[in-house]
């Protein structure tokens, strides 16, 4: 069965830090594969997704996530966090042999940014 | 930017009591979708509704459960006898196309309390 694995629960980084994401994925082929925020009292955003082709992806708010076949990830990066960034963050798969568009999403990982 | 709007933002109600949660999807959207979010858990697929009727439904989504878009704008999540552990966050989602990385918009949710 597919399933996504965020390892990071919690991450507590520094305004203007980098930061990195992780996301797993366990998928017999390649899925379709999304980054969504979600900030206090909003829906889920999407920032970013994958669907084939550059394995690097550009989304909005300066995010980019990077797809390695070879390690089975989908890590979300941005090179200097804003205090703006301070939110949940969702990874998600999408199963390519469904008609139906159902995602599977992971635990989530919450960021707390730091001034 | 249009968006996803759920009603109410918050309910609370008793074991037994049937709850009507309420989605109005983006207007020219044809995929409609609700997931849930249990406290600490994560996002869990519920069920999907294309053309008037259900396109996939999750082991979740049983009796108990059931979905309408009764006037064409509207998309209803309705609990017929609430159980404790339907308490959650329930997410509507909408998508312009079918699966395949298209992507889905959310709204806000709305947060379900059984007591």
């Known amino acids: 069965a597919q399933s996504v694995t965020q390892p990071d629960i919690h991450i507590t980084v520094s305004e203007g830090a980098s930061l990195e994401l992780r996301c797993n994925y366990s998928y017999g082929a390649t899925p379709y594969l999304f980054w969504y925020v979600q900030s206090p009292g909003q829906g889920l955003q999407l920032l970013l997704k994958?669907?084939?082709?550059?394995?690097l992806v550009q989304g909005i708010k300066g995010f980019e996530a990077e797809f390695k076949r070879s390690q089975s990830s989908f890590n979300l990066r941005k090179p200097s966090v804003h205090w703006s960034d301070a939110a949940e963050y969702f990874c998600a798969v999408g199963d390519r042999s469904s008609n139906t568009g159902k995602l599977i999403f992971g635990q989530g990982t919450t960021l707390q940014v730091k001034p | 930017e249009p968006e996803v709007t759920q009603t109410p933002s918050h309910q609370v109600t008793q074991m037994g009591q049937e709850v009507i949660l309420r989605c109005v999807p983006i207007s020219n959207h044809l995929y409609f979708y609700w997931y849930r979010q249990i406290l600490g858990q994560k996002v869990e697929f519920l069920v999907s509704f294309y053309n008037n009727e259900i396109s996939e439904k999750s082991e979740i989504f049983d009796d108990q459960f059931s979905v309408e878009r009764p006037d064409g704008s509207n998309f209803t999540l309705k609990i017929r006898s609430t159980k404790l552990e339907d308490s959650a966050m329930y997410f509507c989602a909408s998508g312009a196309e079918r699966g395949r990385g298209e992507t889905q918009y959310f709204g806000p949710g709305t947060r379900l309390l059984v007591l």
């Open positions: 994958y669907f084939s082709g550059d394995t």
